[in-house]
C-alpha cells in the first residue's frame, strides 16, 4: 500500500518509469534531466522511491567506468512484484497448479484429472507444512477448523467461522476465472481443501461444495458421524453444482438449510 501510495505523485510515477526503461544505475542528474526538475528535487523523490521498495540505491559510477572523485549515488528498479487487489485475488496459485498438472500429466490421464491430482498434492503439501510448523498434535474438529482458518486467510479466502464446526469462504481468490470455467475452477478449490485437511491430519473435517452467490463454492465442515472426508468431486459432479452459481441461464441458487427446513416443515 505506501508503494502505490508513493507512485500517486506524477513526478514520482515519471522518474520510476525512465529508471526501469533504463535498464541501467541512473544517476539523480540523470533522472532529473528527463523530469526536468532539479536534482536536488530529483533526490528527495527517488529516495522516497527507495524507501517505499521500489527502487535499491547505492554508490557506484554509472556504467561502471571509473572517474576521479567521489561515487555517486546511482538507483535501479527493485525486484520487486506489487499488485493490490480488495477483495483479494491470487491468480498465480491457480496458474501454478495448471501449469504443473500439464507438465505431470501422465499417461492415459486427462487434463482435468491431472489438475484435480496436481491441486490435491498442493494442498496436502500445505497441510502437511502446516502441521510440521505448528505441532498441534492430535486435531480434533474444533482445533482443526481455527488452524485451518489461519491458514486460509492468509489465501484470500476470508474465513468465516459460522460455528464452532463450519467456516465459510466468502471471497474466491479465483474469480473471475470461476466464472469463466465453474466446474474446473470449482474442482480444483475442492481438492484443494481435500488435500489439504488430509496433510493436516484434520480428524472429523470435510471439504464440502456449497456454492453461494459471491462467496467461494466450498465450505469446511464437521462430518457426518461416521463418514470419511470426501475426496476431490469429479468434474460432472462440479459442473451441475457450480454452473448455477456463477449465473448461467436458467440457474437457481441452492436453497439455504433455513428455507430447507421451512419446506420439510
Known sequence: MEAVSVLGDEV????????????RPVTREEAAAD???SAKLAAFHLDKLAA???????????GGIRRVGRKPKVYEPADTDIRISIPERRPDLLAEILIDAVLGQQPGEDAQSAALRTARHRGE??????????????LGPERSLTLSESVLEEHGFEPDRQAPTEVR??????????ARSPDLVCS?????????????????IAAVLAPYPGRCCVELRAAA??????GPAN??????????????????WPASRETTRRRRS
Open 169 to 178: 469462504l466468502l471471497n474466491c481468490p479465483f474469480h473471475p476465472l470461476a
Open 235 to 252: 468434474g460432472a459432479c462440479v459442473k451441475e453444482v457450480c454452473a448455477r452459481s456463477a449465473g448461467e441461464p436458467g440457474g437457481t
Open 225 to 230: 458421524s461416521g463418514a470419511s472426508v470426501p
Open 125 to 138: 503439501a500445505l497441510g502437511a507444512a502446516t502441521r510440521a510448523s505448528s505441532r498441534p498434535g492430535r
Open 12 to 23: 514520482r510515477r515519471r522518474l520510476y518509469g525512465f529508471i526501469r526503461r533504463a535498464h
Open 35 to 37: 523530469a526536468g526538475i
Open 52 to 62: 517505499a521498495g521500489l527502487l535499491t540505491s547505492r554508490y557506484d559510477h554509472p
Open 188 to 204: 480444483i478449490n475442492h481438492a484443494f481443501f481435500g488435500g489439504f485437511l488430509t496433510g493436516l491430519q484434520a480428524s472429523g
